[in-house]
């Protein structure tokens, strides 16, 4: 996650001294006792592993007495100025900020919060997580706008009146080289077929499979695309059977993850870049295809989960080709399919999307120079 580690590198940078403590939720991980890490780069940072251990009450809270005792002593015995911590990790964060120490509370994105908090999905009374968690008096909030509805959340689920920052990610520093791979010439594409990419997890969330269905559709009325996958996950092996069993290689192709420096080569030669992300359409990958300059599909606000709310900008909304969830097996394979047989469509999105990049669009850079100075200012207030 960049907002995570290039946040560690930048407090190393900045000689700012600082524990960093990773919790293992699985019984499976190799984590099996506590552990305390240098990485000779990072001299000013700590790294503690604390292994899997059984909750207090397993399905209504991640709190661990073990853990909260671990965290106390290194409290107790670092002085720190600062405690920052994330979501899954609320409810320790809760209760140090109800015993005194000042707790900034990240949140990236609130995807699907509003369920979890709940520990049955029929209960009317929020778990743990809620009242030792989210309900406690954080010296503030740091929220990623990704697309999931934070200002909503924050607003309607913990203290009124709480400080909170709402935070673009950054992008990457956009350089126009010479990409490291053809993508034409490695699959053999003609120059005119337009590329289609996607980019992140091969899960539930992100709708692959309603994507391939969108696909399948199109190829009955346009073979003219090839669609690139990138990016692992627990829906890939079933999404490449699909398209070997409906005898698509030749127009979709699952890779699955690939390194970082080569995301470049993928962006700068698509055509299209499309986002179904159920969780909200501003993730990094939507910010670096808007970085790239490329014409997006993704989806369209949503009133009942408030995700995306940032379309409901008029200037905004028409950068972007939009589509709502319920329409996607309808309607989507007909707007890939527009815009692949009319240039002018694709390049007049092109055209917004350059405004949007340079009114919105911030460096890694500075967006982690924004947080830095939101915690130095917590520390000193």
């Not at 140090?96 to 995807?111: P, Q, T």
């Not at 935070?167 to 791979?181: A, M, R, S, Y």
């Amino acid at each position: 996650m960049p907002a995570v580690y290039k946040l560690i590198e930048k407090l190393n940078k900045h000689n700012i001294d600082t524990d960093v403590v990773f919790i293992s939720h699985n019984y499976d991980d190799v984590v099996k006792n506590y552990k305390k890490l240098k990485i000779k780069e990072l001299k000013n940072i700590n790294f503690y592993l604390f292994p899997y251990v059984k909750p207090i009450l397993p399905g209504l809270t991640y709190l661990k007495l073990r853990h909260l005792f671990r965290f106390y002593n290194l409290i107790r015995c670092s002085y720190y100025d600062l405690i920052y911590c994330d979501r899954v990790n609320v409810e320790y964060g809760g209760i140090f900020s109800r015993i005194g120490y000042k707790v900034i509370l990240r949140l990236h994105g609130v995807a699907f919060l509003n369920s979890t908090i709940k520990p049955l999905k029929k209960s009317f009374f929020p778990s743990l997580e809620y009242y030792l968690g989210f309900k406690s008096s954080f010296s503030s909030v740091i929220c990623s706008i990704d697309g999931s509805p934070c200002r909503h959340f924050i607003q309607s689920k913990m203290k009124k009146n709480i400080k909170s920052y709402h935070l673009l990610n950054g992008v990457d520093e956009f350089k126009k080289t010479q990409p490291l791979i053809n993508i034409r010439e490695r699959y053999n594409l003609d120059p005119s077929t337009k590329i289609i990419l996607s980019v992140g997890r091969i899960s539930f969330d992100k709708s692959p499979q309603l994507l391939v269905e969108s696909l399948i559709k199109l190829k009955k009325i346009n073979y003219n695309f090839f669609a690139i996958f990138v990016g692992a996950g627990p829906l890939l092996n079933e999404m490449q059977n699909v398209v070997i069993k409906k005898n698509l290689q030749k127009n979709i192709i699952f890779i699955g993850s690939v390194p970082h420096k080569e995301i470049d080569s993928f962006l700068l030669q698509s055509d299209i870049f499309i986002s179904l992300n159920l969780c909200g359409n501003l993730s990094n990958a939507v910010l670096e295809a808007i970085n790239y300059e490329k014409c997006i599909i993704k989806l369209d606000f949503d009133k009942i989960t408030k995700r995306d709310e940032h379309l409901t900008d008029k200037k905004i909304r028409e950068s972007f080709v939009l589509i709502k969830k319920e329409d996607i097996y309808s309607s989507l394979h007909l707007k890939i399919d527009k815009i692949i047989k009319n240039k002018d469509i694709m390049n007049s999105k092109i055209d917004k999307i350059k405004i949007l990049k340079e009114k919105y669009l911030n460096t890694w850079d500075d967006r982690i120079d924004e947080e830095l100075s939101i915690i130095n200012e917590t520390v000193r207030t």
